[in-house]
């Protein structure tokens, strides 16, 4: 798990790989949004699993949020980028 804290209420990082990821930044961060970027292409090619991911979000009272961008796909972002930030706002 990689991440960074760029404000004091956000902090941008790698997809969650498991379960205890959750776990971790909830018990070290304090987290309560998981707001997820991927695409299920994303995690397919990770060989990840969302859903005991979600699950274990909700266990814990996490929300999970998924606006799925294409990874590495400037006019995807480009285009998707208002919209993502205006959710992450409104999730926040």
Not at 11 to 20: A, R
Request: glycine content about 2%.
């Amino acid at each position: 798990l990689n991440y960074n804290r760029v404000m004091d209420d956000l902090i941008v990082g790698s997809c969650l790989q498991q379960p205890e990821d959750v776990d971790h930044l909830l018990e070290e961060e304090d987290v309560k949004v998981v707001y997820c970027l991927q695409q299920d292409s994303d995690m397919a090619y990770f060989d990840l699993d969302i859903k005991p991911i979600e699950a274990r979000c909700a266990e814990l009272g996490v929300k999970h949020v998924r606006f799925r961008i294409n990874d590495f796909d400037p006019y995807d972002l480009r285009l998707k980028l208002p919209d993502a930030v205006a959710c992450l706002n409104k999730e926040h």
